[in-house]
């Protein structure tokens, strides 16, 4: 009895490591679509790496790192065109569609696995 019970515990723990993990991963993801997004309706960056913080941040820390992520992704973009939206919205369903496919194949291993472990009662 006792086994189950720390087992359960430590699947527990498992499972929110793993939701933590796919909010960092569509955190990371989010930052592709911003610079998609400012490179469409902005155009190319115009705001120094050094100034750019990210406003809704109240920390000072956490404002510099969101900034410069959005930063980089914004800059990844640079010299597309920014008044042709057809080729940044082939680029954005491109990206949505592996990005799909990548949780499709994430949860059908989970899935797997939770068969596997007897999750699943048939």
Same mark, same amino acid.
């Given at each position: 009895?006792?086994?189950?019970?720390?087992?359960?515990?430590?699947?527990?723990?498992?499972?929110? +490591?793993?939701?933590?993990?796919?909010?960092?991963?569509?955190? %990371?993801?989010?930052?592709?679509?911003?610079?998609?997004?400012? !490179? &469409?309706?902005?155009?190319?960056?115009?705001?120094?790496?050094?100034?750019?913080?990210?406003?809704?941040?109240?920390?000072?820390?956490?404002?510099?790192?969101?900034?410069?992520?959005?930063?980089?992704?914004?800059? +990844?973009?640079?010299?597309?065109?920014?008044?042709?939206?057809? %080729?940044?919205?082939?680029?954005?369903?491109?990206?949505?569609? !592996? &990005?799909?496919?990548?949780?499709?194949?994430?949860?059908?291993?989970?899935?797997?696995?939770?068969?596997?472990?007897?999750?699943?009662?048939?």
């Amino acid at each position: 009895m006792k086994y189950k019970k720390m087992r359960a515990r430590f699947d527990q723990r498992q499972e929110l +490591k793993n939701e933590y993990e796919l909010l960092i991963k569509f955190d %990371e993801h989010t930052y592709d679509l911003f610079g998609l997004y400012q !490179q &469409a309706i902005v155009g190319d960056i115009n705001v120094p790496k050094i100034n750019y913080r990210d406003p809704n941040e109240m920390s000072y820390m956490w404002s510099w790192i969101k900034g410069n992520r959005k930063w980089h992704a914004w800059n +990844k973009c640079k010299d597309k065109n920014a008044w042709i939206p057809e %080729e940044e919205a082939e680029q954005f369903h491109k990206f949505m569609e !592996q &990005a799909k496919h990548e949780r499709r194949e994430r949860d059908a291993l989970k899935r797997q696995k939770e068969i596997e472990d007897g999750m699943w009662d048939e």
